[in-house]
């Protein structure tokens, strides 16, 4: 008899058990961030940026406030929206956020501090460097450094401009120590593998 009992007891509470499941009413998604607005602001001679997470009614899902830096003539702060991804540079910290929710994928730090200019690939890795940095960084989707390259060896400063093509990145610098007018171009071409110097001029 028992051995009858406890196969029938089993089976009205797993019936029991689905139906509390299916009774219980799924939780509504949360609203979800479809525009990324940010603006810097100057007070008390400090800078710093807001960057918030809008849904359809302009209404903010998140925000991320930077830090206060004191305001020089390059600015500490930056935003970039690529696809599902917002990417903030906090002075020499590079912060990667979920655009529709503002959850933290991941940080980078010790890059490029000011001035910073940026270009991807087209495998989500990041190019960076500074007005003033003689460092170039190659940093991966997932924020990890690849590689970083010293240039002082070529004398070129004050990048304004990167392009990326197939192995190779090019950087146009706008002086060199030979040539201290903007009217020629100076460029260095890295190995986007590696981040080893090819040519310069």
């Known amino acids: 008899m028992k051995k009858k009992i406890q196969p029938i ?7 029991l058990f689905s139906i509390l499941i299916i009774s219980v009413p799924a939780q509504a998604a949360g609203p979800e961030a479809t525009t990324v ?13 807001i960057v918030r997470g809008l849904d359809a009614n302009k209404q903010a899902v998140w925000k991320y406030v930077t830090k206060k830096y004191t305001a020089t003539e390059l600015p500490k702060t930056k935003c970039i ?6 990417y903030i540079f906090d002075n020499s910290k590079i912060v990667v956020l979920r655009k529709k929710d503002g959850k933290k994928l991941w940080t980078v ?25 003689q460092t170039v960084y190659k940093v991966s989707k997932k924020g990890k450094i690849l590689w ?10 004050w990048p304004y401009k990167i392009t990326v093509s197939r192995n190779k990145i090019t950087i146009l610098y706008e002086c060199s120590p030979d040539d201290y ?3 020629k171009t100076h460029k260095i071409v890295f190995n986007s593998k590696n981040g080893k110097i090819i040519k310069y001029s």
């Open 148 to 157: 970083k390259t010293n240039i002082s060896k070529t004398g070129n400063y």
């Open 109 to 133: 730090k010790k890059v490029s501090p000011a001035g910073h200019l940026c270009k991807f690939d087209k495998n989500g890795n990041l190019y960076v460097t500074g007005y003033y940095d």
């Open 181 to 183: 007018s903007s009217d």
């Open 81 to 86: 929206i690529r696809k599902d991804k917002v």
């Open 37 to 49: 607005k940010f603006k810097t602001s100057y007070t008390n001679s400090k800078e710093r940026m």
């Open 9 to 15: 007891l089993l089976m009205s509470l797993l019936f």
